[in-house]
């Protein structure tokens, strides 16, 4: 009786909080002083045509650096308390034979899948999507391949060279950024070229496919993590 | 835009629904494909907002892979409270 009370109290301050937003809300005439500049100067700047990722990826880049480390964080904390099975353990378990229908789709699906994944990073400057994106829908295409075959454990060795490569491609190209342009993870070390074209925006789209392996490979470590945990752990 | 605000309400209708489904219904599997769709709703709120960036990452990481990642987690801690 009295946790409910406390959760009804603790509900209703949360309400009142928001209540508070809520009132003070007016539909803003004009953009703020930040959000202005970026979408007036930003296409002129940086040559990218989804100002979104302008935004992720340049303004905002040592923010998307801390996103991708926090996810390595939780892939490497996931891989530290999920011990995985011996390969004496996985072949003793025996798991039952996936179906027709579901290798035969998989087959089917998957390269449909990455294809779209690697459309969807390499076409952030342009149109919506971007790494974060892109690299989640390859994760989904290799959870396809994980549930088609539960009893292969390959594969994992890749997954950490893809991660390790574009984690230290993507730092060492805003590195550059500090030399070759105006500061860390600035796009201008390559020309920013024809707005609106694939081959634009300077180094966005290379940045933006890095962070797309890298994202794909982390999510793809974690559910590979899953996978072949121990039983008992 | 009054379509929009039908659908919109109608929406929030079925994310509450699926979110209370979520906390109080006693099989964990059907919990865990509730809050999936919580996840896939807010994705189509977000793409009526305007905001197809944060849909796609909605509909991909919320809906899909969290869904799969609690699944899995189900399946090593059965046997417990509920089973």
């Given at each position: 009786?009295?946790?409910?009370?406390?959760a009804?109290?603790?509900?209703?301050g949360?309400?009142?909080?928001?209540y508070?937003?809520?009132?003070?809300?007016?539909?803003?005439?004009?953009l703020?002083?930040?959000?202005?500049?970026?979408?007036?100067?930003?296409?002129?700047e940086?040559?990218?045509?989804?100002?979104?990722?302008?935004?992720?990826?340049?303004?905002?880049?040592?923010d998307?650096?801390?996103?991708?480390?926090?996810?390595?964080?939780?892939?490497s904390?996931?891989?530290?308390?999920?011990?995985?099975?011996?390969?004496?353990?996985?072949?003793?378990?025996?798991?039952?034979?996936?179906?027709e229908?579901?290798?035969t789709?998989v087959?089917?699906?998957?390269?449909?899948?990455?294809?779209?994944?690697?459309?969807?990073?390499?076409?952030?400057?342009?149109?919506p999507?971007?790494?974060?994106?892109?690299?989640?829908?390859?994760?989904?295409?290799?959870?396809?391949?994980?549930?088609a075959?539960?009893?292969?454990s390959?594969?994992?060795?890749?997954?950490?060279f893809?991660?390790?490569?574009s984690?230290i491609?993507?730092?060492?190209?805003?590195?550059?950024?500090?030399?070759l342009?105006?500061?860390?993870?600035?796009?201008?070390?390559?020309?920013?070229?024809?707005?609106?074209?694939?081959?634009?925006a300077g180094?966005?789209?290379?940045?933006?496919?890095?962070?797309?392996?890298?994202?794909?490979?982390?999510?793809?470590?974690?559910?590979?993590?899953?996978?072949d945990?121990?039983?008992?752990? | 835009?009054?379509?929009?605000?039908?659908?919109t309400?109608?929406?929030?209708?079925?994310?509450l629904?699926?979110?209370?489904?979520?906390?109080?219904?006693?099989?964990?599997?059907?919990?865990?494909?509730?809050?999936?769709?919580?996840?896939?709703?807010?994705?189509?709120?977000?793409?009526?907002?305007a905001?197809?960036?944060?849909?796609?990452?909605?509909?991909?990481?919320?809906?899909?892979?969290?869904?799969?990642?609690?699944?899995?987690?189900?399946?090593?801690?059965?046997g417990?409270?509920?089973?």
């Amino acid at each position: 009786m009295v946790k409910k009370l406390v959760a009804i109290a603790i509900l209703a301050g949360i309400a009142f909080m928001l209540y508070g937003l809520f009132a003070s809300y007016t539909q803003k005439e004009t953009l703020p002083k930040t959000s202005r500049y970026y979408a007036i100067k930003g296409p002129d700047e940086l040559g990218s045509a989804n100002l979104v990722t302008s935004v992720v990826v340049t303004y905002r880049g040592l923010d998307t650096l801390g996103e991708v480390t926090i996810l390595f964080t939780v892939a490497s904390i996931i891989g530290f308390f999920l011990r995985s099975r011996t390969k004496r353990e996985a072949r003793a378990e025996n798991p039952r034979e996936t179906s027709e229908i579901l290798h035969t789709g998989v087959a089917f699906l998957v390269p449909i899948i990455f294809v779209f994944g690697a459309y969807v990073f390499i076409g952030g400057h342009l149109s919506p999507g971007g790494g974060f994106q892109g690299g989640a829908i390859i994760a989904s295409g290799t959870l396809l391949l994980f549930l088609a075959q539960p009893k292969t454990s390959g594969g994992h060795t890749l997954i950490t060279f893809v991660e390790s490569v574009s984690g230290i491609a993507y730092v060492g190209i805003g590195i550059a950024g500090i030399f070759l342009a105006n500061g860390f993870l600035d796009n201008r070390i390559l020309p920013v070229g024809e707005f609106g074209t694939i081959f634009s925006a300077g180094a966005i789209p290379i940045i933006y496919s890095l962070i797309g392996l890298k994202v794909g490979a982390e999510l793809s470590a974690i559910l590979y993590k899953l996978k072949d945990a121990k039983e008992d752990a | 835009m009054s379509f929009f605000l039908v659908l919109t309400v109608v929406l929030c209708a079925v994310m509450l629904g699926s979110a209370g489904m979520a906390l109080y219904h006693k099989n964990l599997a059907a919990t865990v494909i509730a809050a999936g769709l919580v996840s896939l709703v807010a994705s189509i709120i977000y793409l009526i907002l305007a905001a197809p960036d944060v849909a796609m990452t909605e509909a991909a990481i919320g809906s899909g892979l969290s869904t799969v990642m609690f699944f899995y987690v189900l399946k090593r801690v059965r046997g417990g409270e509920n089973g």
